[in-house]
Every structure is written in C-alpha cells, then in structure tokens.
C-alpha cells in the first residue's frame, strides 16, 4: 500500500507564500514522475506542476510559472510546492500525485497514486 500525505495548506492573504510538502510512505515510489494538482469547488480538478524523478526536468501550469517552484528530496521521500504571489484564484484543494514516467509531457502521464489533499485558501 503506497500513500501520499499533504501537508502545509493553511489561510494566507494575497501576496503571501505557502510552502505544501507531499510525503511518500514507500521508497518504490521515489523514482516516480511527482506532480500537484488542485481543484475548486465546482471545478474540475486540473494540473499544477509536476516534477521528473530526478528533479532534472519540471512542467507548470501556465497560471502558476513564475510565483511556484515545485521541488524533491528523494532522501526524505518528500515533493514540495513553494507558492509565492499567491491570488485568491489559488484557493482550492490541492493534490500530490505520483506516477512512473515512460514518455510525454510529465503533466499528461496517467497519475495513479494520490493523496487526500490540502486545503489552500487565499483571501483578498
């Protein structure tokens, strides 16, 4: 059994910064493609960034390039998003994800294993 934990969301005026981590709880994951992804009410849930094993290669979403960095620490099992400029469009729930990259952009791989999410609400 493989689980993704979030941790990090929290409430943060417009223009501050929030820093999610994503924790694996098994190292057979830890060359996987990582990625974030979120979704507000009544949306569908859409892309963020995502990240290569290796942390060599990274995608984002053309909303967030530029205020977030997706980062890893295979050591620790671990995938960060630093948020910076955050807007109150940010605000959703936001959901690491993980799945083995064959080939294609790192956003379009079929991502299987997810977490359980962290809410992340921006005020104005």
């Known amino acids: 059994q493989v689980q993704l934990v979030e941790s990090g969301g929290g409430l943060v005026r417009a223009g501050g910064s929030l820093r999610l981590s994503c924790a694996a709880s098994?190292?057979?994951?830890?060359?996987?493609?990582k990625a974030w992804f979120r979704q507000a009410p009544g949306k569908e849930r859409e892309f963020v960034a995502a990240?290569?094993?290796?942390?060599?290669?990274?995608e984002y979403s053309n909303s967030v390039k530029g205020r977030f960095t997706i980062s890893r620490d295979n050591t620790k099992n671990t995938m960060y998003l630093q948020m910076n400029s955050l807007k109150p469009e940010d605000t959703a729930v936001y959901y690491c994800?993980?799945?083995?990259?064959?080939?294609?952009?790192?956003?379009?791989?079929?991502?299987?294993?997810w977490g359980q999410g962290t809410q992340v609400t921006v005020s104005s």
């Open positions: 098994e190292r057979t994951i830890s060359t996987y493609t």
């Open positions: 990240i290569s094993w290796s942390g060599g290669r990274s």
């Open positions: 994800a993980a799945h083995p990259y064959s080939s294609g952009t790192l956003a379009s791989q079929a991502y299987n294993y």
